[in-house]
Each structure stands twice: as C-alpha cells, then as structure tokens.
C-alpha cells in the first residue's frame, strides 16, 4: 500500500443551514478543501451521506455533487453506513489513493435534516428496522439503555454524563464553525428536559445541516505542498451486531473495541501514544464508553476520567473533541466523520488557533454507526 | 496496483421475492458465492443498494447484512450509486483487493423493491430533485426523450427498439435466475401499453427483488483455486451532469463514453476485441445509445446492429446481454451491477450452460445510475 496524506480541508458552519440546499453546503465545503490544498484537480470524489432520500427526496449523490462542483467526469461516489458515513467516505479515499489508482481524493461528507423531514424516523433506519424500530425504539431510547447498564455496572453517575456536555461545549465555544458556542453548566444539563431516562436534551447532539471535506494525496503530491505533512498511519473498520440486543453486553461496543485494535497495530502504536482524539458523543454516554474502549481509560472509569478532567483540552492526559464534539459543533450525520479528520488535521498542521492542542503529534478519529454495529477508527500524525 | 480476480460467485432468483426479506435475499446470495468460491471467511464486504430507506426503511444496510451473515466484525459497507450502485460496489472491493488492505472481498448488490413502497418515486430520486423530479419528470419520460432524439437524429425506429427487448427476452429464457423467461415478438412490445412516448411497457426493465454477490481475491488466493481463473483487467467509473437537460446532447451518454475509454486503456483493449458484453438495458434505448458509446458500433448505428443480429448471443459479431439483461433477467438496482459481473464470470470460466458464448476470453461490464449520471465499465478476462 502507498503513503497517504491529508493536503487540505474545509467545511462550512453546522447548524440550521435554511439558505443552502445540500448541494450548496456540499460545494462551499468542498471548494474550500481544494482551495485549501491548492490542487488544481481532484481525481475521483466520495460523499458520506445516511439518508438524503429520507431526509430530503435525493439518492444518487455522487452525481449530482460532481455536477454541481463543475468537475464531471471524475467518478463520484456515496457511501452510507448511518453516522459513520464520513468515516467511511475517508476510508475508502484513503484505500482509493493507497492502491494507487488516484493520486487526489476528495473525502466528504455532508447531511441536510432540517428540511422537514421526520429527523427522528429518518435516523431510526440506522436501527434494525424489523427487530428494533417496528417496536418504536429510537436513539435515545438505545442510548438510554446503554447509560442506565453502564451506571449500574460501574456506578457512572449522572453528574459524569453531564461533565461529558459541559466540556465539550467548551471547547466548542472556541470552533467558529461550531453549531453551540454557548458555555453550560452542570446544572443546566441535569435540569434538561428528560429525552429518555437517564439522558436528557443536553446529553443529546443535535440535528444539524452541514459539510466537511478533505483532500487526500499520495506522498508525491504532498510532497510538493509547502506545509507540514500530515500522514494517515491507520484506517480501520469493524462491525457488531445491528441490534443492541443481541449483544453479549451493553457496556462495551465491540465494534471500536475492533477497529482500534487494528488501527493501532497498522500505526505500530499503543493507546498511551495517542495525543488527542475526536469521538462519536452522539449522546454523553457514547464517549465515555468509547474512551474506555479505545483504551484511554480502564473499562468503567470513563465516566471518572472526564469528571477529573483527564480529557479536557488545556490539561487533560488526552484530550477528547477539541473541536467540541458532535455535542456542540453538531452532527450533521454524513459530514460528522469529516469533520473529525478536519479537526485532527488542524490540530497536527498546527492550525487550530485558539483549542490548539499542546504537542499533539498523533491523532485519532473514532466515526460510529447506529447504537456501535459499524465503527471507523483512523490515526494521523504530523510527520 | 496488485492484480484482482474474481472467484466466486452467486445470485438469487430475480422477481417478485415476496416471501423473503432483504436482508435474506443478501445472505442467500453472499453464502451461494463463498460457497462457490470455496473460501472459509472474507476479510470485508460491500453491498450496493440505492434506495433501502425508500423501499423498505432501512439504512445501515453494511452492518444489517454483515449481522446477519454472521460474519461480524468484519467491515462491511453500503455504496450507492442509484442503479449502479452495483457495479460501484465491486469497484471498491476491487480497489480494497488491488491496495492490498485485503485479500478477500464479498462485493454484493441488493434490493427489495416490492414489499409497497412507491417505486416509481423512489426510483425518480435517481434524478434531480430540484430540478427534473419536482416537475414531474420521472424516468421513462427521460429515456423517452431519448428515444425520440435518437430516432430524429439518426432515423431510428420503433421496430429496432422492439428488437432490442425481444433479443433479451430470448436470452433471459436460458437463464434460470431470469424473472421473465418467455419469449416476446416484436409484435407484442410494438403494441404492449404506451408508458412514455415512444417506449412502451415492454420497452421497459421490470421493477424487481434480488441479490447477488460475487468474491473478488488477490492473485495469491485466486492460484490456489483449482479452477479457471477470471482477472479483472479494469475497473473505470465516470461521472455526468446529473440533469438530462444539461447535456452537450441527449443521443451520447458521456459518462459511458469516459468511462469505457479509461476501462480500455486500463486493460489495453479496443471495443473490438471485447467479446461479449452486458449492458445496462434499463430501457430498450439504453441498450442501443451503450452499444454505440462503448465504441460496437457507429454513432447511430446500434439500432441497425440489434436489427440484423449483430448482438445476438449465438451467432452475433458482439453477444450483448447473454443474461437476458435487466429487461428479461429483471432489475433489483443494487444487484444489477454485482449480477453483470457474475454473467462475465460464468461466461468467461465456460459455466454458462445454455447460454454459454462461444470462444468468450474477454467481457466488459456496463452499469450506470440515472439517466447516465454515472457509469462504472470493468473488464474481465479468462487467464
């Protein structure tokens, strides 16, 4: 397999985006990637979107993207694997540069949910239709299940959860392109309306519209480009059952469990090796399992590392979503796995201004789909 | 780029499946093909499906079958391209294999298209949304329009047309997984119900359920085989303006133009020494416009071509769509990508029984999205 690099990135604001239709999110973002890399082309390009023939009436992507970038004929592909898609969108511009079939890949991913569809049907698709959501479980309610398990195991308090919001409302109160750039308290997230018990409005991320890109490129155009280079040293992907239920417990996600372990033996590197990394906090739950089960912290003291500030941006042992997390830069749910990797390119080109990470030579992204059935985990380092 | 072949494959029945679910039609087809291929496990799969959230509501469709096949926690990942979504899936197993991240990769299609969702609505999401569907325009009025231009511009007729569905329809009855296995007349599609001026019902592909998978190795699996191997020599996708409107003309699909020319280069060949090929035959014009863009024949000529039988399977200059096609063989968009490259294969290893072409050595696959938006063209080789 070639080298890959990351040579440029841009997305737009998250949030509710009403002036742009998706395919304009998807160009501003995009455009602003190539500006950045200042490549003059792009070979091939793929688009991470869950459900835009759900969310707003438009399959067949690719196209109508390549179209509207004005770069037809390049090829143009979709991938979906629910909120993951981002991820995966990487993942396989990685895979297409690494085979050495293109040189410069555009990586994007981009969601539109405030249109009007039902935000709440439409991301249930992610579930198990026949066994889960025919009998009205929806997200939260998965989540819940997850929390109400992990508190019970490992006495998780309520208080940790909502540490989880707070922080990364924090660091998005310094990303411009954040959704929130509002401070919480504890308080105002244990004071939250209930959603599904234990978790409440602020444990949740939001429903957003918005785009990310990045461009990807074989070591001898990165080469050319005078700025730091930053290299993908793992791409990984693991699934687990589509179902909650039919897992040997709710506690850990097999999938990140998985997708780690490979990501860290293709880096040749250990959790302890990690510098920062962004994560998959679709609810406050979800991060801190996913820190336990990339192996930041012992299983069950997730929720006791974030309460003691082991993951905060200005001192933490690692901090996690600098960016601010889905929780406050939003999830727009096909653009989120993107973003990630944006943040962890900024970070590691030294670009990220005023969240910049001290040291941070090794990155890590975690993208996952649905309640942990597909997980993308990649590593990226400054070289 | 590591060499890539293809050695397996499976398929279920295409029709009117209704005693099966989608996630079972998939894993009947994935276990027939590594049955076939004889592999004890596969390092990853794809699934091509283009409307799962439309048709029947579920997204996630990587993680669903990869539970399902029991095969967890493989990475397992959707592509969607609309009714190419097939093709685009085994171009990305291929580019996983010839990248060297894998050795063995399932590359599946699927769809259910019958279990009451609006299918013609649904499919027309494969258009612009913006800018064709919310007129009204819906896809046999786009090919009609087609149809009328080529018969315009290059005296085309209706007969011609007519031949192109009575051609398939006499190859499909020699294929047992065909949804319709009788014989037409000209006669009957000439005056069969008027859908789209001038294309008619049985001018038309029919609305169908299926799956089909193949098993696409490295060279080192594939020689450990005791079989004739089938290598693919090239993997090409292109993209086009996603409106058909917005076309230099509508009798070229650029798309498949690009797309075959890049295929050809890869596997430095010329259209002539392709020996037999399937192409995506949604409407009875389609067939004609690929013939001639993937350079069979003159620019306005693939009506004459189909008339005189020059594309028949026994006795043509280039058998075209020895499957019966998506006209006779049926057309479950995610599959039909996948099930064009299980025709090549069974023709190319000499297991297509009665419909066997003779002294087959090279196929070419063409699968497209839309109304030629975009287009994925492999090649095939017997070694």
Request: with cysteine.
């Amino acid at each position: 397999m070639r080298d890959v690099y990351v040579i440029g990135a841009g997305m737009t604001p998250f949030g509710e985006l009403w002036n742009k239709s998706m395919r304009e999110i998807f160009v501003d973002a995009s455009l602003a990637a190539i500006q950045d890399a200042g490549v003059d082309h792009v070979d091939s390009l793929y688009v991470g979107a869950m459900s835009p023939g759900l969310f707003i009436g438009q399959e067949h992507l690719g196209a109508v993207v390549a179209d509207f970038l004005g770069i037809t004929p390049i090829a143009a592909t979709r991938v979906e694997s629910a909120c993951a898609s981002g991820g995966i969108s990487f993942r396989q511009a990685f895979l297409e540069v690494a085979s050495g079939a293109s040189d410069i890949v555009l990586a994007g991913g981009v969601e539109k949910m405030t249109d009007g569809a039902d935000v709440t049907e439409a991301l249930a698709t992610a579930a198990d239709q026949e066994y889960e959501v025919y009998h009205g479980i929806t997200f939260p309610g998965l989540y819940a299940m997850i929390a109400r398990a992990h508190m019970h195991q490992f006495g998780t308090t309520r208080e940790q959860l909502a540490a989880v919001a707070v922080k990364n409302h924090r660091n998005g109160m310094k990303n411009p392109n954040a959704q929130f750039r509002s401070e919480l308290t504890l308080e105002q997230v244990m004071k939250s309306t209930m959603v599904a018990d234990p978790l409440r409005l602020l444990d949740c991320s939001p429903v957003s519209d918005g785009g990310a890109a990045v461009i990807v490129a074989s070591a001898e155009v990165a080469s050319k480009l005078k700025r730091k280079n930053v290299k993908v040293t793992a791409s990984a992907q693991a699934s687990d059952t589509i179902t909650l239920h039919d897992r040997k417990q709710l506690t850990t996600l097999d999938a990140v469990v998985r997708a780690s372990e490979k990501a860290y033996k293709m880096a040749s590197k250990k959790p302890g090796d990690i510098n920062f990394a962004e994560v998959h906090d679709c609810f406050t739950i979800a991060e801190i399992v996913i820190t336990e089960d990339l192996g930041f912290f012992e299983k069950g003291k997730g929720g006791e590392a974030v309460e003691k500030g082991l993951t905060a941006r200005e001192s933490g042992k690692i901090p996690i979503n600098s960016s601010g997390g889905l929780k406050s830069k939003g999830h727009p749910v096909g653009a989120t796995g993107i973003a990630q990797i944006i943040e962890l390119y900024e970070q590691l080109s030294g670009r990220a201004g005023d969240r910049q990470v001290k040291a941070a030579k090794v990155g890590l992204a975690q993208n996952m789909g649905g309640s942990g059935a597909s997980c993308v985990v990649h590593i990226l380092e400054a070289t």
